[in-house]
C-alpha cells in the first residue's frame, strides 16, 4: 500500500467553489443516498470501518446505529472546535474542501433521520468560518441544503455556530451545552449523547474530518475503503506535522503508514542535522514515544501499544535543543487555563501541576517533589467528568518517566540548565507560587 494515497486532499489548490466541487463528482453521493433507504447510508459507513477522526477513535458507523429508532427529533452536531495543541487538520479540510463537509453533513443528517445539523466551529477560525458561510449559501441555492433537498421530501437545515474560545468545548457534552446557550462544561455519562444529547434529543456528534470522508466513502465502497488501512484501523487519515521538522504540514496517509514514513519521507526530518528527542505522536495531550520508537505504524492499536494515543492526529516532533521541564510547564499550563473547573480533580490537581513544574524551572523545588509531582497526575488520572485533566496528567508524567535525570539536574544544580539555547525558553520568569 503506497503511502502516498490521498482520499480528502487529493487535488491541487482547493474546491471552494461548488461547481469545482460538482465537477470533481461532488453530491453525486447525496443524491443517490436521498433515492435511497437512509440505513442503507449507515451500512455503508458502518461496513468501512472508519473511525472518528477527533482522537476517541470511536467506529463511526456503530456509533450512529447507536440512535434510538424511535424517537424524534434527532440532530447531528459537527465538532469543528479543533483547539488540541498541534491539531489543524480540520481547518484545512474545511478550507479546501468544504462542501464535502457539507455533503457528508447532510448524507450523515439523512441516515439518521435528522433534520437538523449543527457545525460548531471554533472561533478563532475566522476564515474557515467565512468560507464554510458561502460554501452553505452555494450548496443551499443548489437545492443540496434546506427545504425538499433534491426534491426528495427531506428538510435539511444545517446552523453554523462559532464558539468563544473554549477547548472544554471540543468534549461532545461540553460543545452541546455551549450549543444549548449553557456554560460549555462537561455532563455526566451515561446517559451519551445517542439517546440524551442536545436538547435531550439522540444526537450524533462527529469530527469534521470523519463527516467530510463520508461522500468519498460511499463513492468507493464501504468495502473498498475498508481494503485500505490495517485490520481494525481503515482508510487515510489526515495528519499535522509540526514542530522541529523542515517541511510541517498536513500530510494525509493511509493507516499502514509508519512514524517515520510521515517525518522523514513528508516532513523531511529535523533541520539543521539536529538529533531528534522525542515524538507527540496525537497531540499535545498524548504521551511522548522516543526516537527508537520512530518505526510504530501510525494506526491506532501500533500507537496504543507503543505506549501513547494517536489522539488527534497531530504528530509534534521534538529535537535536542528542547528543555522537556519547559515544556512540561507550557503544556501543564495551557490545560490549567483551559479547565472549566467543574471538578476538583482537573480544577486542583492542573493547578498543583502547574505550581510544582514551576518551581522545578526555576531551581526552587525541593528533593522528592518529582515523586510528589507523579503523584498529584496519578490522583487526576481516571478521575475528571472529561479528559481534560488526563490530558495535562498523561504527557507530563511521561516527560518526568523518560526524562527524570534532565528534571532531576533543575532541582540538583538551581536552574534550567538548557535556558540558553532551548526554543521554548524564556517564557516563564514570574515568580514560584506557593502552595
Avoid at 455556530?161 to 449553557?182: D, K, P, Q, V, W
Avoid at 514542530?243 to 513528508?266: A, C, D, Q, S
Wanted: aromatic share 6%.
Amino acid at each position: 500500500m503506497t503511502t502516498d494515497l490521498r482520499i480528502l486532499l487529493d487535488f491541487d489548490g482547493d474546491r471552494r467553489d461548488i461547481a469545482d466541487y460538482e465537477r470533481a463528482g461532488g453530491y453525486r453521493q447525496l443524491t443517490k443516498a436521498l433515492a435511497g433507504a437512509p440505513e442503507d447510508v449507515i451500512a455503508a459507513v458502518d461496513s468501512s470501518g472508519i473511525r472518528g477522526r477527533g482522537g476517541a477513535g470511536f467506529p463511526t458507523g456503530r456509533k450512529a446505529s447507536f440512535l434510538p429508532k424511535d424517537r424524534k427529533p434527532a440532530y447531528l452536531c459537527v465538532n469543528a472546535d479543533e483547539s488540541e495543541p498541534g491539531t489543524f487538520k480540520d481547518r484545512e479540510i474545511m478550507l479546501r474542501n468544504p462542501h464535502a463537509l457539507i455533503e457528508g453533513v447532510i448524507t450523515m443528517s439523512f441516515g439518521i433521520g435528522a433534520t437538523s445539523a449543527f457545525i460548531y466551529i471554533r472561533g478563532e477560525y475566522r476564515a474557515e468560518f467565512e468560507v464554510l458561510m458561502t460554501a452553505l449559501e452555494q450548496a443551499r441555492e443548489r437545492g443540496f441544503v434546506g427545504a425538499d433537498v433534491l426534491g426528495s421530501g427531506y428538510d435539511a437545515t444545517v446552523v453554523l455556530h462559532r464558539g468563544a474560545g473554549a477547548y472544554i468545548c471540543g468534549e461532545e457534552t461540553a460543545l452541546l451545552s455551549s450549543l444549548e446557550g449553557e456554560r460549555g462544561q462537561p455532563r455526566s455519562k451515561p446517559p451519551f449523547p445517542a439517546v440524551a444529547g442536545l436538547y435531550a434529543a439522540p444526537t450524533l456528534v462527529n469530527n469534521v474530518e470523519t463527516l467530510a470522508s463520508v461522500p468519498y466513502i460511499l463513492e468507493m465502497g464501504g468495502a473498498a475503503y475498508a481494503d485500505i488501512g490495517t485490520e481494525r484501523s481503515k482508510g487515510t487519515r489526515v495528519f499535522s506535522l509540526s514542530g522541529n521538522v523542515k517541511r510541517p504540514g498536513n500530510y494525509e496517509m493511509p493507516l499502514t503508514g509508519t512514524l517515520r514514513e510521515l517525518i522523514e519521507g513528508h516532513g523531511g526530518g529535523t533541520p539543521d542535522g539536529r538529533t531528534m528527542k522525542a515524538i507527540i505522536p496525537g497531540g499535545s495531550s498524548a504521551p511522548i514515544l522516543m526516537p527508537d520508537q520512530i518505526d510504530t505504524h501510525i494506526d491506532f492499536e501500533s500507537i496504543a501499544a507503543a505506549g501513547s494515543m494517536a489522539g488527534s492526529g497531530a504528530i509534534i516532533v521534538i529535537d535536542d535543543r528542547t528543555c522537556m521541564v519547559q515544556l512540561a510547564l507550557r503544556v501543564s499550563e495551557f490545560y490549567k487555563h483551559e479547565s472549566c473547573g467543574k471538578c476538583t480533580p482537573c480544577r486542583e490537581g492542573t493547578r498543583w501541576g502547574v505550581d510544582i513544574i514551576r518551581r522545578i524551572e526555576m531551581g526552587e523545588a525541593r528533593q522528592g517533589e518529582l515523586d510528589l509531582l507523579l503523584n498529584v497526575c496519578d490522583r487526576i488520572l481516571g478521575n475528571c467528568l472529561c479528559p481534560l485533566g488526563d490530558a495535562m496528567a498523561m504527557p507530563v508524567a511521561s516527560y518526568v518517566t523518560h526524562f527524570r535525570d534532565e528534571f532531576q539536574r533543575h532541582i540538583d544544580e538551581g536552574g534550567c540548565p538548557f535556558t540558553e539555547h532551548s526554543p521554548i525558553s524564556g517564557l516563564y520568569h514570574e515568580p514560584a507560587a506557593v502552595s
